[in-house]
């Protein structure tokens, strides 16, 4: 039965009752609910920063009013409760699941090649930043995402690409919360 439970129910029952490691077994992903990921020491320190004004903000954006009136009609404004680098996710040995935002801040190309096998979830909330290839954002990109940032530096897109991109663009604004 723990094998077929969702993760968050795991993670929740595992801080009542400890032995549910255990049973759990190792090839379980680590559950973050928002997380910022990076390859870069400077900004991984910088995403640490826990200001009294970033604690009010990550307190205020537990509320779903709260974050749509700061987000607004056309983008997003994520908050984060973990920060990670891609070397602890890498000597992790394991996959990571990403409940509600995954905000990625790579400033290589081939770092995004690393973390695409790692992380999977069910999170709505996508911001990329950094340097990153349309094939690779695309890997990032479920079903289930509803909101996306793009705040590259360089954002590769290969003529061939152009009509994939378009129309990705175009399906994916097909409501009031998909942005």
């Given amino acids: 039965m723990i094998a077929l439970a969702p993760l968050n129910v795991i993670k929740n029952f595992g801080r009542v009752y400890p032995a549910v490691e255990k049973y759990r077994g190792s090839t379980h992903p680590e559950v973050y609910h928002q ?8 900004l991984q320190r910088w995403a640490l920063k826990d ?3 970033f604690q009010l903000f990550r307190t205020l954006c537990q509320y779903k009013l709260f974050q749509h009136i700061l987000d607004g009609q056309y983008t997003i404004n994520p908050v984060w409760q973990s920060v990670l680098s891609l070397s602890d996710i890498a ?4 996959q990571i699941y990403v409940e509600d935002t995954l905000v990625l801040y790579c400033t290589e190309f081939e770092s995004y090649d ?10 709505s909330r996508l911001v990329i930043n950094g340097r990153i290839s349309w094939d690779q954002a695309k890997q990032f990109i ?4 509803k909101q996306i940032r793009f705040n590259t530096k360089t954002f590769v897109l290969d003529p061939t690409d152009f009509d994939d991109c378009i129309d990705y663009v175009a399906k994916h604004s097909r409501g009031y919360d998909y942005k």
Avoid: A, C, Q, W
């Fill in 35 to 42: 997380v910022f990921i990076t390859d870069n020491d400077r």
């Fill in 51 to 53: 200001t009294p004004f």
């Fill in 91 to 94: 000597d992790m040995k394991t």
């Fill in 114 to 123: 690393t973390l695409i096998p790692l992380i999977i979830g069910s999170y």
């Fill in 142 to 145: 479920h079903e289930g995402v």
